[in-house]
Structure formats: C-alpha cells, structure tokens
C-alpha cells in the first residue's frame, strides 16, 4: 500500500536553531515528491517539487533533499515566521490521471524567539 | 496572477442534508482535484477531474461527486451529510494530467455538519 510517513510529528525550535524534517514514502514508483508549508485555516502553500533521487531544491531558508525512500526538509536559522505545519506529498507511478496526491500527517513546526 | 479561489469559505449544515461546493481553478489550468483535511486522517484525495472528464476517484463513498465545466470550474456535492463529513475541503488545480505538475491549493471550505 502507497504510504507516507513524516517525523516528528511536532518540533519546537529556538529562532537560529537549524534542524531537519523526515518524509518516508513507500509508493510503487515515484513521480514526484511535493513539500507544502500550511498555516492555520489557510490552504497548503506550495514549497518544491522533486522527480528523482539526488535531486535538491533551496528557497530562503529551506532546502528539500531526496533519496529512493525519503526526502529531507532542512531548515537553516529558522525564523518565528517558519513556524507552520510542514506537509509531504507523493504522486505515484500508476498509468493515467496523477491528480492523486498522497499525503503525510505533517509536521507542525514552532520557532520561538 | 489571481489563485485558486473557493466559495464559500465557510458552511454550516445539519445532517441529511446535502451540500455544492465551487472551486475556480488558477487561469490557464485544466485540472482540478479536490481533498478532504481532518485532524485525523489528514488530506485525503476525493477526485480528479480533467477536460470535464473525472480521472481519478479516492476511497470515499457515492454520497461525494463533483463535476467541471467547460471553463474548468469545478464543484463538489455531498448528499445526505453526516457529522463526519465536517472538514476542510480544499481544491488544488495544476495545468495538466498525466505527469506530475505541481498542484496549487485554495484556501478551502469549512464545512461543519450539525
């Protein structure tokens, strides 16, 4: 079964303190991988976009990273504004329609001043 | 360039009922995919459509439909609604089906079932 996973679940940082997001996947193919930062009652924002391992993509103070079973979120001198939930998504490899994102629980980022 | 915009953005209903929800997709797009968002299941994909056409359904029961128009708007309907159809329902559109492009989502419609 197409699955992703996404850890921790929450983290709390001090402003300038730089750390990493997890985003496991087990899907039959991979055709893409999205990262989302989402706020509270507001729609997903979208943040990158990565097709195949080794590939990595940087804006402002993140930097996404993918391997064949997962992808990283590394956020750099985090700032109070970062603070969000942060959402992985995957498309899979299956013939026809790829409007069938399938999505992690999250990660719910706090940065503190 | 303007976004995905949904209406409304808020909707009380009680059960039994049913409910459309509209989305306009980002101009230029031609496809549009709609998810439910709970605290906990999380987004869950409901249906894709394309050219008016659906591509692709997710796991959730006959009660859910939608259909696209001609200029790409799409609306969702929820028949005979029940205190777990309470959600954020949130549309994203992308240009194109068939390969990965990046979807772009609307700020959703909170739907809360009495």
């Known amino acids: 079964e197409d699955q992703v996973t996404q850890s921790p679940e929450a983290l709390r940082l001090q402003e300038g303190e730089s750390s990493s997001l997890n985003c496991s996947y087990t899907?039959?193919?991979?055709?893409?991988l999205f990262w989302y930062r989402q706020d509270p009652g507001k729609g997903p924002e979208f943040l990158f976009t990565?097709?195949?391992a080794g590939e990595e993509k940087e804006k402002e103070r993140l930097k996404a990273t993918l391997t064949k079973k997962e992808s990283f979120l590394h956020i750099t001198a985090p700032k109070p504004e970062d603070s969000a939930t942060y959402l992985c998504?995957?498309?899979?490899?299956?013939?026809?329609?790829?409007?069938?994102?399938?999505f992690g629980k999250g990660t719910k980022l706090s940065v503190k001043p | 360039k303007a976004g995905v915009t949904q209406t409304p953005r808020y909707l009380i209903k009680t059960r039994g009922q049913q409910v459309t929800l509209s989305c306009s997709p980002i101009?230029?797009?031609?496809?549009v995919s709609w998810y439910q968002q709970t605290p906990g299941q999380g987004l869950q994909f409901l249906f894709e459509?394309?050219?008016?056409?659906?591509?692709n359904k997710g796991n959730f029961p006959g009660r859910f439909s939608g259909r696209q128009f001609s200029n790409s708007r799409s609306e969702m309907n929820v028949s005979t609604l029940e205190l777990g159809d309470s959600a954020l329902y949130l549309c994203?559109?992308?240009?194109?089906?068939?390969?990965?492009?990046?979807?772009?989502f609307g700020p959703g419609t909170r739907l809360t079932v009495l």
């Open positions: 994203a559109s992308s240009r194109k089906t068939g390969d990965a492009d990046t979807q772009y």
């Open positions: 899907v039959s193919g991979l055709r893409g």
């Open positions: 459509y394309f050219s008016e056409t659906q591509r």
């Open positions: 990565l097709y195949s």
């Open positions: 998504a995957v498309t899979p490899n299956y013939g026809g329609s790829q409007g069938n994102l399938i």
């Open positions: 101009s230029g797009h031609r496809s």
